[in-house]
């Protein structure tokens, strides 16, 4: 039998190397106040998945582990041998699972504002047993969530470029659902203006309202989940 809960897993980096390709549009200080709206929209849409059993941050940044913990969120401090994104994940799933026992994973990306439960909760529903799964992202070559289907599989993360097809190399699944928001992760700014067009999460509307990101952001509102 499956076990019911799945736990998921988010790594955030330092705030002070937040989202470079931004730098054009956004002050340091904005940018940085963006990954944490992202990611309180993100945590709070996954924890709303009742099959999510917990979801864990994995941060070496003391604002970022802040905000997880006010959210509900388990904060796993970035190991100091973790040597990138891929090492921190896989530190962290190994902790999920001598604390909760062989567990179904999950990774996300952190930068999901557009996220709705709803979309989640049907690709866990659908992603096949006893295998990895992937979920590709909206540029067609990133990763936006990896699935384990199976609590004896490595959670074997190989984010980064082209990390869809390195995910696919290592026997994961590719899933084919209709999740706009779940595969709208931002990194550019017209991945941000789409996400606004597809209706970002609350800390993000009420950020890039602030910010007077653009005109656009004034008329979104959150789409029906």
């Known amino acids: ?14 705030l002070d190397l937040a989202k470079s ?4 549009h956004l002050r340091p200080e904005h940018r940085a106040r963006l990954v944490l709206a992202m990611l309180a929209d993100t945590v709070t849409a996954a924890a ?10 994995v941060t070496p940044d003391p604002t970022v582990a802040g905000l997880a913990r006010s959210l509900g969120a388990v904060v796993h401090p970035e190991p100091s041998t973790a040597t990138d994104l891929n090492s921190a994940l896989a530190a962290a799933a190994t902790t999920l699972r001598e604390s909760h026992g062989p567990v179904e ?18 690709m866990l529903a659908v992603a096949p047993a006893g295998k990895r799964s992937v979920v590709v992202d909206h540029a067609g070559t990133g990763t936006a969530a990896l699935f384990v289907g199976d609590g004896t599989l490595a959670l074997d993360p190989r984010f980064g470029p082209d990390s869809a097809r390195a995910h696919r190399a290592a026997g994961a699944v590719d899933l084919d ?3 706009p928001g779940l595969r709208l992760d931002v990194d550019t700014a017209a991945d941000l203006d789409a996400a606004v067009a597809l209706g970002a999460g609350p800390a993000t509307r ?3 309202r602030e910010i007077s990101w653009s005109t656009g952001v004034h008329e979104a509102v959150r789409r029906v989940c």
């Open 48 to 57: 709303a998945v009742p099959r999510v059993g917990s979801v864990t941050v």
């Open 21 to 24: 390709r931004l730098a054009e």
């Open 1 to 14: 039998m499956r076990p019911h809960a799945v736990h998921a897993v988010i790594a955030v980096k330092n």
């Open 206 to 208: 009420a950020l890039l």
């Open 105 to 122: 994973l999950l990774a996300l990306q952190a930068d999901l504002p557009a996220l709705c439960p709803a979309e989640l909760a049907d």
């Open 177 to 179: 659902g209709d999740w």
